[in-house]
């Protein structure tokens, strides 16, 4: 899947388009609109970004549950070796501790993913508190260039961007 963002200038422009896509077979998990004003998108059945969508939550929460587990099964292993035998062995030792490594880095991982915009959320702020909205679109790859063609056709003055390697290696702090 690849996300495409719609940067829409008004309410009637977005909600034609979130209509186009319906009528184009995508679904209504594959479209979020994110914008100032929300009321008057779900009144007119358009679907809201949720927080999901619009933040690093998901990411955050996987690669908490990594780092959990290895710290938790590395935590565990030292513990044993501290305190020695006292009545657990280690491997329950280590797998209590791997457990409880995975829930804690899951939790404090998602409180900050929470905090963390989508990587283009914030390159349209701007916009967005103009007035604007940002469709998020989820469309399969194949279909990219006919999704975009069909936009591009009927609504020339919105503006549509993907997500580049760069940005997304940037975003996951891999990139410069």
Do not use: C
């Not at 940067?7 to 186009?20: G, K, R, Y």
Request: proline share 2%.
């Amino acid at each position: 899947m690849q996300r495409l963002y719609f940067l829409t200038p008004d309410l009637d422009t977005t909600v034609n388009i979130a209509h186009e896509l319906s009528d184009l077979a995508l679904t209504e998990d594959e479209v979020h609109v994110l914008g100032k004003e929300w009321e008057p998108l779900r009144e007119r059945g358009v679907h809201n970004a949720t927080l999901r969508q619009t933040s690093d939550v998901v990411n955050a929460g996987v690669r908490g549950l990594k780092y959990g587990v290895v710290l938790g099964a590395l935590l565990g292993w030292a513990v044993h070796l501290g305190l020695g035998d006292q009545g657990f062995g280690l491997g329950w030792t280590v797998l209590v501790m791997t457990v409880f490594g995975a829930l804690f880095g899951i939790w404090t991982s998602t409180m900050i993913g929470v905090s963390v915009h989508d990587v283009k959320i914030d390159k349209f702020e701007t916009e967005l508190e103009a007035g604007a909205y940002l469709m998020l679109v989820d469309v399969p790859e194949d279909r990219e260039r006919e999704i975009y063609s069909a936009i591009h056709r009927h609504h020339p003055e919105v503006v549509i961007d993907k997500v580049t390697r760069d940005e997304r290696q940037h975003h996951l702090g891999v990139g410069d």
